[in-house]
């Protein structure tokens, strides 16, 4: 149980283009996605962290104009990655948790996302 | 300011032997730490937390307040132990997020 998947799992685009990407619970009610990036062999950064039905909260940092998050349901959380440039190539990471006390977060399998 | 330290980006053993992955963490508040692994062209998974006080896999880890670590051990290495693990931070001001450590790379040789 507790599976969150993402699509695509990789995309490449043109420079100024706009790409989407998913983040799905598929057997579970997530109360909180977060969105993560990770550039090649660094951490996970955190990017925002979304709850259904209201605004994303971001990072100090992480441009909201730039990075689009929607969370329109408790199993469908949808980052946009607006006007791409190569410098937002990245490996992006959906989590998921669901409960009130209980903290741990269930990771996607990441989107590879290369911007020409 | 909310930190997580893994001095550590590469850790080499041999079958059999110890294995001690360092996790120092920063913050003022009541933490909660949580060691993640991520094995080969796998998602990350949760190994342990520390709240749980348990053995996963034969891995244990204690926070220790006193020095602000979280370091995770295991007694005996075994070669399916090689993977990425990584040490994260949570319990921050009440919300749910995560810093994570940038990560060791254990490595158990034959």
């Known amino acids: 149980g507790a599976v969150v998947s993402q699509h695509p799992s990789w995309v490449i685009c043109k420079s100024g283009t706009s790409v989407k990407i998913e983040c799905r619970s598929l057997d579970f009610q997530a109360t909180t996605m977060f969105w993560y990036r990770q550039f090649p062999k660094q951490s996970l950064m955190l990017m925002a962290t979304s709850n259904e039905g209201s605004k994303a909260t971001y990072e100090q940092g992480v441009e909201k104009d730039k990075f689009l998050i929607n969370h329109a349901s408790l199993t469908l959380s949808t980052l946009t990655v607006t006007s791409a440039h190569p410098e937002d190539s990245s490996f992006y990471i959906c989590s998921a948790r669901f409960g009130v006390s209980y903290n741990e977060q269930f990771f996607g399998p990441g989107t590879r996302l290369t911007v020409l | 300011a909310q930190r997580v330290t893994q001095p550590e980006k590469l850790l080499s053993v041999f079958k059999g032997a110890p294995v001690e992955l360092k996790c120092n963490y920063s913050y003022s508040g009541s933490p909660e730490l949580f060691w993640y692994v991520q094995y080969s062209r796998q998602r990350l998974q949760l190994l342990l937390r520390?709240?749980s006080r348990e053995s996963i896999k034969g891995f244990t880890a204690d926070l220790n307040k006193g020095e602000t670590s979280f370091h995770l051990k295991k007694p005996f290495a075994q070669e399916e132990d090689s993977a990425m693990y990584y040490c994260a931070l949570g319990g921050l001001d009440s919300s749910y997020k995560l810093i994570f450590g940038s990560g060791t790379r254990l490595l158990v040789r034959p």
């Open positions: 520390h709240i």
